[in-house]
């Protein structure tokens, strides 16, 4: 896997880790914690890996802690680093050497009480938008497209958005989400008209209102992204997948 399979919670607050272990707990992510800035200073297994830091650890550190964390994260390129912080803190700029170490580094701020839909979504965009860098093949793939590298689109089935190569993700309806769920749970194979009306709920086999249901779903995506949906007709048939892959595993 392209991405980063650990999420590293750098926190002194174990509800707060507990929480997104759960709320992680079905992803394709593993979850550790990590208490002190000790401890994560002195991990060399932490290579490639999400951190989710807490800024509250910031408090009252001296600056030799700012220049030993800011070492420690630029010898580590391969990293996503999300730092969350209670709204007052944002004011304090300047003023605590660590926390604008953590402010310059980050790849996005979080402001607390950090919902789990938020992270989800917060981490999923990062790590899009950092594809290259994150690859561990890195400059190397360059010019090069590797065979899954055709699912550029990612559906997240816990959040219920749908995230675009390039731009914001964006959330699905429920039957919108069932959709993409099946169009990528059947892959390669196309999903039936006649799938669709189950699928959908409707009670009549009204072809025609299954085709209107996915025209408005290709709409919404164009509008959202500027980019054309990531399905295509199968003339006769239904619709097949065509550069759409899921955050986790489906079952359909």
Known sequence: MEYPQHLCVVSNNELFHEQVSRSFASSFMSVRRVQDWEVLLASPDLQQVCLLIDSDLAAGESASYARSVWEWLATRPMQILIVSRPLHVAVQAGRNPLYDVLVKRADILLDKPVEMDQLSFAL???????????????????????????KLWQFDPVAMVLIPPEGESFPLSASEARLIAMLITKDPEP????????????????IRRIDTTVYRLRHKIEQNTGYQSPFSTVHGVGYRNESLSATVPLSF
């Open 191 to 206: 999903v039936r008209r006649e799938d669709l009306i189950e699928l959908f709920g409707i009670s009549s086999p009204n």
């Open 124 to 150: 999923h965009s990062v790590m899009r938008k950092n594809r290259g860098r994150l690859s561990p093949s890195g400059a190397a793939e360059s010019g090069r497209k590797a065979v899954d590298d055709r």
